[in-house]
Each structure stands twice: as structure tokens, then as C-alpha cells.
């Protein structure tokens, strides 16, 4: 069997490949601890489970649009309205199996094979790989930890070519907690606006920011930078839905409709009942975003404490998401044996920590940063407690 060029220069997800690891030994008995998954521990809000349960028992489980029910996309309207002050109408708005989908939808929509796709790295593992598919060129610019992780709009200059198309900006930031405040915005945007170049915000995280940080949308700027904005957000982390599979995108009726076209020959339109359920989530009481936000601070604030009471880790205070994103270079450059080998690299040492200490995180190696690890803190007390006890102990000089 011949496997196509396009899939043999995709790299598989470490994320996905950890967490499949991890839910194996978890099956076998052992006692394993998960930071990998980037997922809340919350069970979704109990009003958007029963507005589900009603769509089932009406008997809502038939096609619908491919791009999203029309209700959808008006609370959709609303919340960018309310929320984020960008407008937008119905017919700018797009409804994915996921926010990935959407991003996968909006690379395919705007770039051709050869077109460069600016990168700021550290990366979520599915940009670089959704870019390669599109047959665009993923173009990386380093951030770094003392500068907070911030992308700086000289650094984006330095790096446009007459190829540049599209620059991805994550804030709050996956892997690291970065948070882009409105200076810094302003200024990309006017980059953006010279070079003429799209940029795709990806705002899954905007709910959990910290230490009084706010999360602006760069599409809230001005009418001429949202003209090159495609804001793409969804229910997954917000309200605990990962499962449910609902992103959603808005941008110009050009590109939406570029990306319908995609929808419609590949997935056609989301679940069903998850469309009935984000209307809830989008209407309905936000409560339980504020519950998990404090619990996630709670947690955020214990584990970036004790990691860097770690020798040889420096971790950053993250600002936003769920993750803290720590320095192990130094454990690195000292090495540690293992079966007999020099372990010097973020993802041995990842399957070193999973294996001896039962503990499952993520390498820098995957967000195109070596070096670093990522944990997430979507889990309880007890089990950040418990995992960074064992790490700690194997990882000590």
C-alpha cells in the first residue's frame, strides 16, 4: 500500500500519543497521574448536559446545515458582541467539529502550496502539522522565557516575505500562559494591515486568564484589522465540552464560505445535539467558568511553587490556560542514565518520568521548544501533589 507524500510529512500528535500511553498503563493498574491531557477535569455545567438530554428526547438528531444551526450562530453573534466587542453577522460565522477543525478549515481556505505561515514558537503541536498539510511553509519565530513568552512585532517584520499569508497568534497562549495585551496587539495589527496579511487568533482560552490580565480579541481593534482577523474560539475549555466537538470561527463571508465548501465535501456539520447544548452554554448561566477559573488559579499558583522549588527547573507564572511550560534544560545538559543511556532530550525524559514515576506530561520537543515540559494543572490538588512529589524525587541532584 502507498501512503501519500502529504501524510508521510505529517508528524503524529505527542500530545495524543502521551495521553493513549498513559490511559494503557492505567488499564494495566498502575497508579498513573496525567498532566498531559489539555482538557479541564470539570464535568460540563449540568444545564448544558440537560439541554442536550432535551434536543435527544425531541428528537433533534437529524442533519443540519453543514455550517451550524442559524440558533447557534446568533449566540455566537451575541457573545462576540457582548464579550469581545467585535460584530458580526450569521453569514461570518462558521460552526466546526471543534475549534482544530476550524483552524484546519481556515489554513486550507487561505493558503496555497508554498505560501509561508508565520509561527511563533513555542506551538500548539497541530499548527506546524495543519500548515504542512495545506502544503504552506510553517515559518517559526522564537519567544522566550524572559520576555514572558510575547511575541514582538519586530520580530514578525524581520521575518515577512513577499510569501508571508498568514500569521497564527495564540492568546491565552498553549503551551506556555502567555496573554497578548493591547499595545503589543496594536502593533502586530498594523503589520498585519501593511504587509497585508491574515492572521488567525485562536482564543480557545479566553476565560481563564489570571492576576487581573485581560484577554482582548485583536478583531476588536479596528473595522480595517478584523477585515484580516479570523477568530476562532469554542465551548471545549470554557465549559468543560471537550467532547462535544463544537468550535466556531468569524471572519469575513469570503473565507466563510471557503471554509463551508471544506465542511461540506469532509465532515458536513457538527453534532447535532452538541449545537443544541452551546446554545445553552453560550446563553445560558456562566457560572461554572468562574468555579473552574479559581480552581484552576488555585492549582496554578501550587504547581508553578513547587516546580520551581525543583533543582534545576525555572518555571514562569503562567498568565492564562492551564499549563505551566518549565525550563529542564539544566536537568538535561546534567544528564540522567537510564537503561545504560544519557537521557538529553525533553521527550526521553518525558518517557523516563511516565515510566519510573508513573507521571504523564508532554515534551517542549512537541510545541517546537526543546528544553521545556508542559504540565497541566486540570487536575485535583491532590493528584498535582501526589505527581510532583514523584518527580521531584527522581529528578533530585
Known amino acids: 500500500m502507498t501512503i501519500s507524500e502529504r501524510v508521510k510529512n505529517i508528524n503524529p500528535s505527542q500530545t495524543l500519543a502521551i495521553t493513549a500511553q498513559a490511559l494503557k498503563m492505567k488499564r494495566e493498574g498502575k497508579k498513573v497521574i496525567s498532566f498531559a491531557a489539555g482538557e479541564p477535569d470539570f464535568g460540563t455545567p449540568e444545564n448544558i448536559r440537560e439541554k442536550a438530554i432535551s434536543a435527544i428526547r425531541e428528537g433533534f438528531s437529524h442533519y443540519t446545515t453543514s455550517s451550524g444551526i442559524i440558533e447557534l450562530k446568533e449566540a455566537i453573534v451575541e457573545k462576540l458582541k457582548k464579550d469581545n466587542e467585535i460584530e458580526y453577522k450569521t453569514s461570518e460565522i462558521i460552526v466546526s467539529n471543534g475549534a482544530k477543525q476550524c483552524l484546519f478549515n481556515t489554513i486550507l481556505t487561505i493558503c496555497n502550496p508554498g505560501d509561508e505561515v508565520l509561527l511563533p514558537t513555542p506551538c500548539w503541536v497541530s499548527y506546524t502539522e495543519q500548515i504542512k498539510f495545506a502544503e504552506a511553509v510553517p515559518i517559526f519565530i522564537n519567544t522566550y522565557q524572559e520576555e514572558d513568552f510575547k511575541l514582538f512585532a519586530a520580530q514578525v517584520e524581520e521575518k515577512i516575505t513577499s510569501r508571508t499569508k498568514l500569521l497564527i497568534l495564540n492568546s491565552p497562549h498553549n503551551p506556555t500562559g502567555a496573554v497578548y495585551e493591547q499595545e ?15 492572521c488567525i487568533c485562536d482564543e480557545i482560552y479566553e476565560k481563564l486568564v489570571y492576576d ?7 478583531a476588536s481593534l479596528s473595522d480595517k484589522i478584523k477585515e484580516k482577523i479570523i477568530t476562532i474560539n469554542g465551548v471545549s475549555k470554557s465549559y468543560a465540552m471537550t467532547g462535544w466537538r463544537i468550535g466556531y470561527a468569524a471572519c469575513s463571508e469570503e473565507i466563510i464560505k471557503g471554509m463551508s465548501k471544506i465542511q461540506g465535501h469532509s465532515t458536513s456539520n457538527p453534532n447535532s445535539i452538541a449545537q443544541k447544548a452551546s446554545v445553552e452554554a453560550l446563553n445560558g448561566k456562566q457560572d461554572a467558568i ?21 533543582e534545576g527547573i525555572s518555571c514562569l507564572t503562567p498568565v492564562g490556560a492551564f499549563y ?9 545538559e546534567r544528564g540522567i542514565e537510564y537503561n545504560g543511556k544519557k537521557i538529553s532530550n525533553s521527550f526521553n525524559l518525558t518517557n523516563f518520568i511516565l515510566k519510573e514515576a508513573e507521571v504523564a506530561l508532554i515534551p517542549g520537543s512537541a510545541f517546537e521548544a526543546e528544553g521545556y515540559l508542559r504540565l497541566s494543572y486540570a487536575a485535583s490538588l491532590e493528584d498535582i501533589e501526589e505527581g510532583l512529589n514523584r518527580i521531584e524525587k527522581i529528578l533530585r541532584f
Not at 503589543?184 to 491574515?198: H, P, Q, R, S, V
Not at 473552574?292 to 496554578?300: G, I, L, P, S, Y
Not at 505551566?324 to 538535561?332: E, G, H, N, T
Open 290 to 310: 468562574e468555579e473552574m477559573r479559581k480552581a484552576f488559579d488555585e492549582r496554578r499558583k501550587y504547581m508553578v511553587k513547587r516546580l520551581n522549588e525543583i
Open 212 to 218: 487581573n490580565a485581560k484577554h482582548l480579541s485583536m
Open 184 to 198: 503589543e496587539l496594536k502593533k502586530i495589527a498594523k503589520l498585519l494591515l501593511k504587509y497585508n496579511i491574515y
Open 324 to 332: 505551566a511550560f518549565p525550563d529542564v534544560s539544566k536537568i538535561l
